[in-house]
């Protein structure tokens, strides 16, 4: 209620002044970090990566708080160091895996996290591994 229409009721811009005011960046220049905060907390998932994929400004001053979002940081020692290239930072996927998000490497699209309801676990593994226990 009373934000900027581009940001909240997101779909996808058709016409040129509907990607002209997604692009606008006189709709972000008053906010502060914490009012960034609450209005991107308050929006779901899909509107953000919608509004994000075209809106520079929104690119610009909410990418911190996106990647706090939208990612895992995976760190620690592993016994032995097994596996330790594993670790890293995953970011949420589109979807859900038994009923759960879901995520892939920063940088390398092969490695997946994932929950296993049957085990009552996260696993990181292989895409091809993905949802099993």
Not at 20 to 27: D, K, M, N, V
Not at 86 to 103: A, C, E, M, Q, T
Request: hydrophobic share 40%.
């Amino acid at each position: 209620p009373g934000l900027h229409p581009t940001l909240f009721d997101f779909n996808m811009p058709t016409t040129r002044r509907q990607r002209r005011l997604a692009t606008t960046p006189a709709c972000f220049a008053d906010l502060t970090e914490d009012l960034l905060a609450l209005i991107l907390s308050s929006c779901e998932e899909g509107a953000l990566r919608a509004a994000f994929a075209v809106c520079k400004e929104l690119q610009r001053i909410s990418t911190p708080q996106l990647r706090h979002r939208l990612s895992i940081l995976l760190t620690g020692s592993t016994p032995g160091w097994m596996h330790a290239k594993r670790l890293g930072i995953f970011v949420k996927r589109v979807g859900l895996v038994n009923g759960h998000p879901s995520y892939v490497r920063l940088g390398d699209d092969s490695t997946m996290l994932w929950h296993d309801d049957e085990d009552r676990c996260w696993y990181v593994g292989h895409f091809e591994d993905l949802g099993s226990g």
